[in-house]
């Protein structure tokens, strides 16, 4: 039984770039959450999909966009990057009813120089 | 709306010894609790949940929380550390009600345990 898969593992992009992140939900899951960790920090939420729609947003900007896919897979976009987005992202997956029961990834770390 | 807050950054226990984990809340109803841990480069690996009832639960690994209403608590147990439990832990509340399951993260206890 596959886990939550991220991909890539890890990323480093320059400041102004756009980056995708991408992520495969554990089998059977149909919701996906992203989450920012900055480094000793524990995890912020940036949003959560469900039926290909965007069901909850954190506190974060819209340069941080995402999409999820009829598989239910989804990408996590980020637009013109900052020093401060270099973070591991995690992905998290999840079912009604149990939506909080969350599955994560094991992250992408993205550096932005 | 919701928040966590993990007092201690970092501990330090010796293998065999008790481990407990403090953990607050604040939310204007009764939360869903989780304990999470994270391995070095790892994502995280939930070890156990509370979402009614019995407020001692069992998780993963031999830990174990307790909640308490009156201290707005949900502190992690475990009786015997092992080597292997190395690792940075999460305490996270979940909110009630809309569509989508928001968890909040406190910002961890970094637990290390010496032979």
């Known amino acids: 039984d596959a886990g939550v898969t991220q991909s890539p593992t890890h990323l480093i992009k320059t400041r102004g770039q756009q980056v995708t992140l991408r992520c495969s939900p554990k089998?059977?899951?149909?919701?996906v959450s992203w989450y920012q960790q900055a480094l000793g920090q524990g995890p912020q939420f940036i949003f959560q999909?469900?039926?290909?729609?965007?069901?909850q947003r954190g506190n974060f900007p819209d340069r941080f966009s995402g999409h999820q896919f009829p598989n239910y897979s989804s990408e996590l976009n980020v637009n013109a990057l900052l020093l401060g987005d270099s973070a591991l992202y995690l992905c998290?997956?999840?079912?009604?009813?149990?939506?909080?029961?969350?599955?994560f990834g094991p992250g992408t770390r993205l550096t932005v120089l | 709306a919701q928040s966590v807050t993990q007092p201690d950054i970092h501990i330090t226990v010796s293998e065999g010894a008790s481990l407990e984990l403090r953990c607050n809340y604040s939310?204007?109803?009764?939360?869903?609790l989780f304990w999470y841990v994270q391995s070095p480069g790892q994502g995280l690996q939930l070890l156990l949940k509370?979402?009614?009832?019995?407020?001692l639960v069992q998780g993963i690994k031999g830990f174990e929380a307790e909640f308490k209403r009156s201290q707005s608590s949900f502190n992690l147990r475990k009786p015997s550390v092992h080597w292997s439990d190395a690792a940075e832990y999460f305490c996270?509340?979940?909110?009630?009600?809309?569509?989508?399951?928001?968890?909040?993260f406190g910002t961890g206890t970094r637990l290390q345990v010496t032979l």
């Open positions: 998290a997956s999840s079912k009604p009813p149990g939506l909080y029961e969350q599955f």
């Open positions: 089998s059977g899951h149909d919701t």
């Open positions: 999909y469900y039926e290909e729609e965007e069901r």
């Open positions: 939310y204007g109803a009764t939360p869903y």
């Open positions: 509370y979402f009614s009832g019995d407020t």
């Open positions: 996270a509340v979940g909110a009630h009600g809309g569509t989508a399951s928001k968890l909040t």
